[in-house]
């Protein structure tokens, strides 16, 4: 079984300019999940998906950050305008009907210069 | 608000020793808890998790404690190995949100 995949692994932008990234979840996986990982804490939940529908958007910061889930399987996140204290990592997750189990991607490394 | 967390970073143990990494946590909402564990530029994967209504949980050198009175969780890694070197995360899960909260980490150095 194909674990998450995830694209870009790493990305280097200038802070105000945009980036996006891609993740393909667990096939059969309903539930969709991105976190953000700032250095020295732990994964901070962003969004997350069941389906194509957004379930909880609440830490999202929807000035700058968006994400959508087309078709119930692949999803993106964008960042537009980029900031210096969005350097982290991007992870997401999947899992089966929100199952208390998720399957981690391996992640996109953003620097923000 | 910080509801989980693993206020050692970093723990060095000697190759065959018991490895004991600690967990809080303040939300007694939580339903189940679990640990994954994270090697360099990878995601995370799930390693054990243990019911709210348990309080411990078995899989072959892993085993997870659960004290709610004290709200606190263990891992206790016996025998250490090399590959266990890592960073282990907690996290709680509580059923009506669906959604996980981690605590910070802690840097696991198995020494051979």
Known sequence: EAGVAQSPRYKIIEKRQSVAFWCNPISGHATLYWYQQILGQGPKLLIQFQNNGVVDDSQLPKDRFSAERLKGVDSTLKIQPAKLEDSAVYLCASSKDRAYEQYFGPGTRLTVT | ?112
């Open chain 2, 1 to 112: 608000d910080q509801q989980v967390k693993q206020n050692s970073p970093s723990l060095s143990v000697q190759e065959g020793r018991i490895s004991i990494l600690n967990c809080d946590y303040t939300n007694s909402m939580f339903d189940y808890f679990l640990w994954y564990k994270k090697y360099p530029a990878e995601g995370p994967t799930f390693l054990i998790s243990i019911s709210s209504i348990k309080d411990k949980n078995e899989d072959g050198r892993f085993t997870v404690f659960l004290n709610k009175s004290a709200k606190h969780l263990s891992l206790h890694i016996v025998p250490s190995q090399p590959g266990d070197s890592a960073v282990y995360f907690c996290a709680g899960f509580g059923s009506g949100t669906y959604k996980y909260i981690f605590g910070t980490g802690t840097r696991l150095k198995v020494l051979a």
